[in-house]
């Protein structure tokens, strides 16, 4: 057996280290978990140091099943990379033999990726894109696409073997990008959109239909008012659960809450109007309600609406608060209010914050003067 002096050992196992040290540090690896990284290597290469005074490199020794854990904490859990060799998963791949067998075998090293869509070498970068997709071995997949053009044809055929393990998507529209058939990822149960100047109409066709299994829908940097939303089918987004959302005018609630009989979490941000309307909309799915934006103290908002199931609401820079109109909504919703945050801008009073603990004894109310304006 092939055997180290000590000195050796000890550099052997501290460029390792090191190596991986910074594989999780250009990885956005959080520092806590780098501690456990090097924490892990350490109890290891105590645990095996040889009885005979002579030591073998342990870390060169390691279990797969331990050295395996330690690649999966240089993978952040919440980013999307481009293939690139100074950043892991494809730098593990390039410091020995056996540390490549290993990365290559573990399909959870492979399931994020960020595709590059209608700029560069397109056919060369899509051969890297398929080779490493193809080592997710069926496991779900979570993409970032950077759509740059109207051709959804080449993203089609790479993206084809892969449409059923595709669960989370991120798609950044760009200028001259075209709509993108998103109703063809048919596993798929998170999106999030973004878009850049020019790109509207490609990003209000390509949700006019989701997939049928989507539940958490992010639109984020585009408007959307009434008149955007009442051109979608009405069971364009029925199957949706959760709904992050920017509006123009206060009226886009009410079609909202038509569109997603579902929803039980719906963030809205935008500028708010006075809805004009005789009706009171029900909605018997609603659990969690956030809104952002300039509301109107007359603006009708909570006399618009009926939600029976509502648990959690949360406001922020409102200005001056509907204190009468919310407690008319409280009493025709007869919710179970359970956590109720006032956020910076809003204006509540302290009488206001002591009946709503009274309405709701066991009410979790946050109210500071860090987020909210109190007055006593």
């Known amino acids: ?180 058939v998103v109703s063809d990822f048919r596993a798929l149960e998170e999106l999030v959109i973004y878009k850049h100047s020019g790109s509207e109409l490609a990003v209000t066709q390509s949700i006019a239909q989701l997939p049928p299994n989507l539940r958490s829908l992010q639109l984020m940097d585009m408007w959307f008012d009434l008149e955007i939303l009442s051109g979608f089918n009405p069971l364009a987004w029925a199957g949706l659960t959760e709904l992050d959302i920017v509006v123009d005018g206060l009226d886009s609630f009410p079609r909202l809450l038509s569109l997603c009989p579902n929803l039980s979490s719906l963030t809205m941000v935008g500028i708010f109007t006075e809805i004009e309307t005789s009706e009171t909309l029900a909605h018997d799915k609603l659990q969690s309600l956030r809104i952002s934006g300039d509301l109107p103290l007359d603006s009708g908002l909570f006399n618009a609406i009926m939600l029976p199931n509502l648990r959690a609401l949360e406001v922020r820079n409102l200005g001056q608060w509907p204190h009468e109109d919310f407690k008319d909504f ?23 914050s002591v009946e709503y603990a009274t309405l709701f004894p066991f009410i979790d109310l946050t109210a500071d003067p860090m987020r909210s304006s109190i007055f006593f």
Request: contains cysteine.
């Open 1 to 180: 057996m092939q055997s180290f002096n000590s000195n050796d050992d000890s550099s052997a196992g501290a460029g390792v280290l090191q190596n991986i040290w910074e594989v999780s540090r250009k990885n956005g690896v959080s520092y806590r978990r780098r501690q456990l990284i090097e924490e892990n290597v350490k109890i290891v290469q105590s645990n095996n140091s040889n009885s005979h005074g002579e030591s073998s490199s342990a870390f060169w020794r390691l279990p797969t099943e331990i050295l395996a854990q330690i690649f999966l904490y240089c993978i952040t859990e919440t980013e999307h990379w481009t293939p690139a060799p100074y950043l892991a998963p494809m730098l593990l791949t390039t410091v020995c033999q056996r540390w490549r067998e290993v990365a290559v075998d573990m399909p959870g090293l492979w399931r994020r990726l960020r595709l590059e869509v209608g700029e560069g070498d397109w056919q060369q970068r899509a051969f890297c894109y398929d080779s490493y997709l193809k080592r997710s071995r069926g496991r779900q997949l979570s993409l970032a696409l950077e759509y740059h053009n109207n051709d959804w044809t080449e993203l089609r055929s790479l993206l084809q073997p892969y449409v059923d393990q595709i669960s989370s998507l991120t798609l950044e529209f760009f200028s001259g990008a075209g709509a993108l």
């Open 330 to 352: 409280l009493t025709r919703s007869k919710c179970s209010l359970e956590t109720l945050i006032f956020g910076g801008g809003v204006m509540v009073t302290f009488q206001q």
